[in-house]
């Protein structure tokens, strides 16, 4: 399958790109500046997500096109930074998608557009949306505008996934090192649940969405397991062969801090060690029912969080990350 590939050179993008080359696909990706070739048959194309010529052109042959490619959760960006990537970008691509005569695009969205799932429940693709900040406020923009693109006749498929990690990944792996060398103290009560999706289960998920998912519909893609932020900073501890954290840092504290730094930091466009977007993980439960993935996509995630953390760790070690 000939395939586009936006973001190729981020976490999820490069490892989906690498496991659509080992199904025999013809992959082309998209990425802001070339990077060495570390995708052995990938193709990259340097372009921006405005240039609809350059899309157009990348997108040609390509049968699937999977849209990766976003601004994530650094404060220091502004709202305008987040929507030219995560509402005009996608609405070039998905233009691009339609001039190039693609068959199916995937959209890659976020857990992060529900906001805060009310406790005791996990979400289902109809649970209330209420984004709390730009990155998720412009991501939700973002898949309604995929969401209009499929009402309009291109094949558009919208995914969800959950708190992705695995080997290579630079966000989690803050949170990792923090934990491994014991200076990680846990925010609240630890009470928070999410749901963590290693990288393969994600990406067999969302190669599925491009296989069986309906036009027009969204999925979640998660792990196996809602555990709370104690059982996954319980989890990395025993992957790194450390005590588990047992400092806590009451809420509101947390909250003064964040706001601070963030304040602090914002001058320099640097993002701060603590800011609202990374609390949120602490304080906004997420947790994704994947039971219509299961049952339509017949997607079954199978790497347990202690399995694919202790994979993750053993890769940050080899790598010389840790």
Known sequence: MNAFVTGASGFVGGHLS???VKRGGVVRGLVRRLVPASGPGVEYVQAD???IGRLVEACRGAEWVFHCAAALGASRLGVEGFRAVNVEGTRTLLEAARKAGVRRVVHFSSAGVLGHVKEGRAADETHPLDPRDAYDLTKLEGERLA???AGRG???????PGWVYGPGDRRTF???RAVARRRFALVGRGRTLQTP????DLVEGTVRAAEKGRPGEIYNLAGPEVLTVREISDGIAQAAGVKAARLRLPLASARAA???LDG???PFKKEAPLNPSRLAFFVHPKPLDIAKARRELDYAPGVSFKDGMARAVAWYRQAGWL
């Open 154 to 160: 291109l094949e558009v498929v919208v995914i969800r």
């Open 18 to 20: 690498a496991a659509l």
């Open 197 to 200: 999706v290693y990288i393969d």
């Open 264 to 266: 602090l930091f914002r």
């Open 147 to 149: 969401l209009e693109a």
């Open 49 to 51: 997500l405005a240039d």
């Open 258 to 260: 964040a706001w601070v």
């Open 174 to 176: 803050k949170l990792v």
